[in-house]
Structure formats: C-alpha cells, structure tokens
C-alpha cells in the first residue's frame, strides 16, 4: 500500500494558463475524489468517480475545470485559464469497493497550486 | 451556506488533560459523522466516525458523541498528546441533499496545540 500519490506537489503558473494534476490512488480502489483546500477553509468537495464513471460533480467546478479517470485508474484534473482565485491546494483521495462512508476515505499530500 | 461548522479555530490544553473538539451541523440529513486530523504538509487523516443512529463512538483515547437534537458532535482526546497536535476538520455526509453518502461536508478546522 503505497498510499494516495499526486503530481505535482507545487505548481506556480502564471494567469490565464493552464495546469493539470494527476493523483494515482490506491490500487484497489475503485472510488476516487477530488476536493480543493483554500486557506482558513476545510477541504471542498469538486467531483468524485466510481471506476471510470465521473458520478457527482460539484456547482465548483465551474466549465474551466475538467476531471478524467480513464480506465478507472489514475485522474487527472485540468484547470484551463487559471484565475488567482483558483490558488488552493487540490487534494485527491480514494476509498475501496464496498466500504461505506462510515470508513472515511484515504487522502494524498496534495498539489498546491499559486496562480501569479 | 456552511452546514458544518467548528467555531472554535483553535484550542489549546496541557499534555494528559483532556481535549473536546466541537463541530455543529444544520443539514438534519446527514447520517455519517467523521472526524480527520491533518498535519502541515499532508493530506488529512481519517481518524473517527459515528452514524447518525448512534450517540457515541470510543475508539482507543478517542470518542465522538452526536447530539442529533442539538444537531451537535464533539470529538474527545483523553489522555491529549503532543503529537495530537495537528488541525481536527468535522465531517457529514449523506442525507437527501442531491449527492451521494461518499460526498463529505467539512468544517473550516479547529487548531490543537497540546503543550508538554
């Protein structure tokens, strides 16, 4: 068990351009969540997968972000025309087939991202 | 609209006392309660969680009690550590809130520092 990985763990961009993170969970798991941490905030929910099928999407995820699970392993998440509000810490976790809610989930380190 | 909510941002108490946690909720839906700790640097840590047909959970030095008329739940640390020191986020899920029991609700987080 090698936990929840995302890449990059820092990413600096400049407005208006576009950065994408990946997050490899564990390789069991068949769920997999995104939510985005900003400072002062408890962590907010943005999309959430089941295999490859992207099931709930938050009002968040405005049509600059985009959320992928290709063939129900790693994700991506694209931010495009990044705005200085999009500055946050993006977190990916991951929970196992069958386990209910009762079992929280496992989260990664996180990408944090700073739009200049 | 915040429906989880940890008024306290921070708490402090002496190693060996005992450490109460406080998070309130108004979304009389949910039906999962979970508690993570999160250090700096990492992602969070799930550590608790109680079901709303329960009134209390005990899991080593750790328990939540739930409150559901109150709409209320407390996480307690007896003894308190150093290493418990961290950021402590409440959690909900679940309920007729258009989204599935494994989208979770946090709170903004209550800072505790235990002093040797």
């Known amino acids: 068990d090698t936990g929840v990985s995302q890449d990059p763990r820092h990413k600096i961009t400049k407005r208006g351009q576009n950065v994408t993170f990946r997050c490899d969970p564990i390789s069991e798991h068949n769920r997999l969540y995104w939510y985005r941490q900003t400072l002062g905030q408890g962590p907010e929910f943005l999309t959430y997968f089941q295999n490859e099928a992207q099931l709930e999407k938050s009002r968040l995820l405005s049509d600059r972000f985009s959320a992928e699970r290709p063939k129900g392993s790693f994700s991506t998440l694209e931010i495009q025309r990044t705005e200085q509000g999009d500055s946050a810490m993006y977190l990916c976790?991951?929970?196992?087939?069958?386990?209910?809610?009762?079992?929280?989930?496992?989260f990664g380190s996180g990408t944090r991202l700073t739009v200049v | 609209d915040q429906q989880v909510k940890q008024n306290s941002p921070s708490l402090s108490v002496q190693e060996g006392r005992i450490s109460i946690l406080n998070c309130d909720y108004t979304n009389s839906m949910f039906d999962y309660f979970l508690w993570y700790k999160k250090y700096p640097a990492e992602g969070p840590t799930f550590l608790i969680s109680?079901?709303?047909?329960?009134d209390k959970n005990e899991d080593g030095r750790f328990t939540v009690f739930l409150n559901k008329s109150a709409k209320h739940l407390s996480l307690h640390i007896v003894p308190s550590q150093p290493g418990d020191s961290a950021v402590y986020f409440c959690?909900?899920?679940?309920?007729?809130?258009?989204?599935?029991?494994?989208?979770?609700?946090f709170g903004k987080g209550t800072l505790l520092t235990v002093n040797p």
């Open positions: 959690a909900a899920s679940g309920g007729n809130s258009g989204g599935s029991n494994y989208k979770l609700t």
């Open positions: 976790a991951s929970s196992p087939r069958g386990q209910g809610p009762l079992y929280g989930y496992t």
């Open positions: 109680i079901s709303s047909i329960k």
